[in-house]
């Protein structure tokens, strides 16, 4: 139990919509009528492709068949995922999926760094976490942090100090995003999805 975050791309020349009575089996390879006409190769193909798999997603009374890459993961980097509820999903943190663009990305990785930069050099002292069971290290100088990438509250959102844990996160959004821009092309939609 806990956030969990997930970056993926969806292939957009994959993509397809399909008649939601073609889908009335949950495993994909079940719905024989389906896999007869788009072709046995093309399904399992898609099935079966390295790191992609076919997800399906409900548009009224048709579904979509798109190829997903995932891309980054996250587990309760809370800075992180109010950043995107914040800028991508336009304030409402509702665990659906949203499309993010790669401006929006590089925005996240400039963020990143320049906290980054403001926290490695900083002096640590210990704090109690908010129920007051154990001592942390949290950063001292933290006032970039909490204006920038500010940590937030939620059910199993993790711990909401400056600790070296949220340091590793940004470092590994950093490193997310740097992938993203150097691998993916336009032929993909990035997404954002969280859960908890």
Same mark, same amino acid.
């Given at each position: 139990?806990? @956030?969990?975050?997930?970056?993926?791309?969806?292939?957009?020349?994959?993509? +397809?919509?399909?008649?939601?009575?073609?889908?009335?089996?949950?495993?994909? +390879? /079940?719905?024989?009528?389906?896999?007869?006409?788009?072709?046995?190769?093309?399904?399992?193909?898609? %099935?079966?492709? &390295?790191? *992609?798999?076919? =997800?399906?997603?409900?548009?009224?009374?048709?579904?979509? @068949?798109?190829? $997903? @890459?995932? *891309?980054?993961?996250?587990? +309760?980097?809370?800075? %992180?995922?109010?950043?995107? =509820?914040?800028?991508?999903?336009?304030?409402?943190?509702?665990?659906?999926?949203? =499309?993010?663009?790669?401006?929006?990305?590089?925005?996240?990785?400039? *963020?990143?760094?320049?906290? %980054?930069? !403001?926290?490695?050099?900083?002096?640590? $002292?210990? =704090?109690?976490?908010?129920?007051?069971?154990?001592?942390?290290?949290?950063?001292?100088?933290? !006032?970039?942090? +909490?204006?920038?990438?500010?940590?937030? /509250?939620?059910?199993?959102?993790? /711990?909401? $100090?400056?600790?070296?844990?949220? *340091?590793?996160?940004?470092?590994?959004?950093?490193? %997310?995003?740097?992938?993203?821009?150097?691998?993916? &092309?336009? /032929?993909?939609?990035?997404?954002?999805? !969280?859960?908890?």
């Amino acid at each position: 139990m806990g @956030l969990d975050m997930y970056l993926r791309a969806r292939n957009k020349k994959t993509e +397809k919509l399909i008649p939601k009575k073609y889908l009335e089996y949950r495993e994909l +390879k /079940d719905d024989k009528q389906f896999i007869e006409e788009q072709g046995k190769d093309k399904v399992f193909d898609l %099935i079966m492709s &390295n790191c *992609l798999f076919p =997800v399906q997603c409900t548009y009224s009374n048709y579904v979509y @068949l798109s190829t $997903h @890459l995932e *891309l980054g993961y996250w587990r +309760k980097a809370n800075a %992180i995922h109010k950043w995107f =509820v914040d800028n991508v999903q336009d304030g409402v943190d509702d665990c659906d999926e949203y =499309v993010v663009s790669k401006e929006q990305l590089s925005q996240l990785r400039d *963020l990143c760094k320049e906290v %980054i930069e !403001s926290l490695e050099n900083s002096p640590t $002292h210990m =704090v109690q976490d908010r129920n007051g069971v154990y001592s942390i290290e949290e950063f001292i100088n933290i !006032s970039k942090a +909490k204006r920038l990438l500010p940590t937030t /509250d939620g059910f199993f959102f993790g /711990d909401s $100090h400056y600790t070296k844990y949220y *340091l590793e996160d940004l470092r590994e959004t950093v490193r %997310i995003c740097d992938k993203v821009m150097y691998q993916v &092309n336009d /032929d993909w939609d990035i997404t954002y999805h !969280s859960s908890w």
